[in-house]
Each structure stands twice: as structure tokens, then as C-alpha cells.
């Protein structure tokens, strides 16, 4: 297996997964990487590891710079099993290494592998000196986990920055610049929204602990090491992690016989009239997981469903949970949809928009059976009515 070389002493040993498709419930069509690294000094560090069946990657990996039981460190920023997943067996093979973790991240461990481990507790802001190189952490609680640190080489620029900063992506190329910044912020967002979302505060606080730090690569624990274009991707966490959004809207529907489809148009028709960008989001065709990630960039999220048996279609709850739990901020919300007898479904909706904390400018709308012309031109004015409170 071929490792790379990031700086001089400090390689990539992580594993490549090619065929990974659903990352606990959110599509991941490119595949993934666990990347691990590992440091050369005086002490030898090993920042990482990787998913249980992809040990063997590593593990062949470390074993072309060195003898694994040469190790002095495993250092595990982050416990989660896709990174802490194969310290059981590296353990085996560096049977002399200590675990450097976080306090939380030592109470994880022991939970998940009911192990006595020779641990290394770090406290935010310590630093360990490993030779000529510094380890210097930096807890970032809820950065998704409550054990999520990251660790500072100053000599080197480097942050090594766990599950911050990452994105799902199987690649043979190792750094940003081989990849393209489009395909990576269109992923990075991705990963954002699904997965960091939730924990804006937490990250602006992380992101003001590094904001002294002189950084010329960030090595996250997924995806490609960024060397290139580390200020666009500081510009985009930024913005993320305050909730801003374009001016741009999202429209996420299903329909059963096809009226709610029409009304989901018309609206769109309206919008882009009014001059506003719009994605169409049918959730017979789409991921929730690839929805939200629309969610991120829209200032208008419209979501419209028939009612069925006195609520909505059940892909359009499974959406509502989803986004509900991940609590994007500071959007415009309005609901739609058709119905037979009972309408139930767009005030439940609103119960969720209301539930985020949205503003919901106009009244939801609901159109028994199927829409004439008359109601779908009054949903196309809808449209541009939610257009022009965009654009304010």
C-alpha cells in the first residue's frame, strides 16, 4: 500500500473506501477515506486510525515507513468508531504505545472497548513535545462529539483538525489542489450539513480558538488534506457555522397522484420570476441526506406534501425528523400541499418550522384535489411574493 508523504517525517497511513454508499444514514456516492497520520520524531506518533475492515490498509501502510511496534503514541482526537475503530488490534502491534486523548475521549474509549489501556490525558491548550516537533491540543466539544479535540504541529503549520474540515471522498490523490475547490466545497457542504450542522456555536467557538493559529495544511480525519485552499474553506465554516445563507431557495415535496407536483412548479415558476435560484427536491428520487445539503445554502425552504391518513407522506416526516435534528437556523419556511378530505398535512409542517424557529411570512397553503389554473397561478404569485422576501 502506498503512504504519502505530507511533510517531511509525517505521512498518510489511512485507508481508501471505495464502496462505502451510506454513512449511518446519509449517501455517500463518492466513497470515503479514514485518514490516519503518522509523525517521525524522537517519539513516534501515530494520529488516528481508521474503520475496523479497512485495519489491513493501515497497518501495510505504517509498515512501509516503520516497524508498528516502534510507536510511542496513538493519538486518538476523536473516538468515534470510524477513526478509534481498530486501536484494539494497532494496540497489538504497538504494544509499548500510550492513547492520548481527551478526558471525555478516555471515558469514551473505555466505554466502547471495556479496556485498561495506558492513557495520556490531555486538557485543552496542553502541549507535548515529541522532539524537535510540539503536540499542542485544542478541545473542540461537540465539534460533533463531546470528546472531539484537535491537535497543532506549530513547527510544521499543521493542524491536524479530526472529523472538522472533512469530506467524503474516495480519491488516490491526496491533497485539495488535485482535487478542485468544486467538487470539494460541493462536499465539504455536504459533510457540513449532515453532520456539523447541528453544533454551529460550538463550531464559531472552535473556529476562534484556531483563528491565531499560523496554518499551512489541514489534515482532517475524512477526505483530502487541504494545503491550497484552506481560506475558502475558513471563509465557508464561517458561514456555516453562523447559519448564513443565499439568497436561494429549495423546494422539498412529494406527491401522490400528482397535484402537490403541480403546486411545487407553479411556485417555482414564481420564484424564478421573482429572480431567485430554486432547486426542486422530490423525495421519491432524492436522499433526505442530499436535501439537506440544500438546506444549507437556501434561505427559503418550502416543503409540500399531500395528506395522508391525517399527516403527511412518510418520506416528507422522515425529512422533517432529519432536518428537525440537525436545527438549521434563520430561514423562511412555507408549506404546501394537496388533500382529499382532511388538509392535516401542511399545518403539521408549520408545526415543525414553527419548532425551528423559522419565520413563516405566508400562510401555508392547501388545495383540495386537484389545483386549477386559477390556484396554480395564485401559488406562481406565492412564489414571487416568497422571492422578493428572499431577496430583502
Known amino acids: 500500500m502506498d503512504k504519502t508523504e505530507i511533510k517531511k517525517g509525517i505521512y498518510w497511513v489511512g485507508a481508501i473506501d471505495w464502496d462505502i454508499r451510506n454513512f449511518h444514514g446519509y449517501l455517500t456516492p463518492r466513497g470515503t477515506t479514514y485518514n490516519a497520520f503518522l509523525i517521525l520524531d524522537e517519539k513516534i506518533v501515530l494520529v488516528d486510525t481508521v474503520k475496523h475492515y479497512t485495519f489491513d490498509q493501515m497497518l501495510a501502510r505504517i509498515k512501509a515507513v516503520i516497524d508498528p511496534a516502534?510507536?510511542?503514541y496513538i493519538l486518538s482526537n476523536h473516538v468515534e468508531m470510524d477513526h478509534s475503530g481498530c486501536l484494539p488490534r494497532m494496540l497489538e502491534h504497538a504494544p509499548n504505545a500510550k492513547v492520548i486523548t481527551s478526558t471525555q475521549g478516555e471515558k469514551g474509549l473505555k466505554r466502547h472497548f471495556k479496556c485498561d489501556w495506558d492513557f495520556h490525558v490531555v486538557k485543552s491548550g496542553e502541549e507535548l513535545k515529541i522532539g524537535r516537533r510540539t503536540l499542542h491540543?485544542?478541545?473542540t466539544p461537540m465539534v460533533h462529539w463531546p470528546d472531539s479535540m484537535v491537535t497543532y504541529v506549530p513547527e510544521e503549520k499543521l493542524l491536524l483538525s479530526s472529523d472538522a474540515f472533512g469530506q467524503h471522498i474516495a480519491t488516490s490523490e491526496r491533497f485539495d489542489d488535485e482535487v478542485g475547490w468544486d467538487i470539494l466545497k460541493e462536499q465539504a457542504g455536504s459533510y457540513y450539513a449532515n453532520i456539523v450542522l447541528p453544533y454551529g456555536d460550538q463550531t464559531k467557538k472552535a473556529l476562534d480558538a484556531l483563528s491565531g493559529l499560523d496554518i499551512e495544511?489541514?489534515?482532517?480525519?475524512?477526505?483530502v488534506v487541504w494545503r491550497k485552499f484552506i481560506p475558502q474553506i475558513l471563509a465557508e465554516y464561517s458561514k456555516w457555522a453562523t447559519h448564513e445563507t443565499e439568497k436561494r431557495a429549495v423546494i422539498i415535496y412529494d406527491s401522490m397522484w400528482g397535484s402537490t407536483e403541480k403546486m411545487a412548479f407553479s411556485l417555482s415558476e414564481g420564484l424564478e420570476e421573482s429572480g431567485v435560484r430554486v432547486n426542486m427536491r422530490n423525495l421519491k428520487v432524492t436522499h433526505i441526506s442530499d436535501a439537506i445539503a440544500d438546506v444549507l445554502y437556501a434561505k427559503g425552504v418550502f416543503i409540500g406534501s399531500p395528506t395522508l391518513n391525517n399527516g403527511y407522506l412518510p418520506t416528507i416526516g422522515a425529512f422533517l425528523t432529519y432536518m428537525?435534528?440537525?436545527r438549521p437556523r434563520n430561514r423562511i419556511g412555507f408549506a404546501f400541499g394537496s388533500?382529499?378530505?382532511?388538509?392535516?398535512?401542511?399545518?403539521?409542517?408549520e408545526k415543525v418550522i414553527n419548532d425551528l424557529k423559522w419565520d413563516l411570512p405566508v400562510e401555508g397553503v392547501k388545495i383540495n384535489y386537484i389545483p386549477d389554473a386559477k390556484e396554480l397561478d395564485m401559488m406562481k404569485e406565492t412564489g414571487k411574493r416568497l422571492g422578493n422576501l428572499i431577496k430583502d
Open 324 to 326: 428537525k435534528g440537525l
Open 137 to 139: 491540543f485544542i478541545h
Open 217 to 223: 495544511m489541514i489534515c482532517p480525519d475524512h477526505g
Open 70 to 72: 516502534k510507536i510511542d
Open 339 to 349: 388533500y382529499g378530505w382532511g388538509g392535516q398535512s401542511v399545518g403539521d409542517i
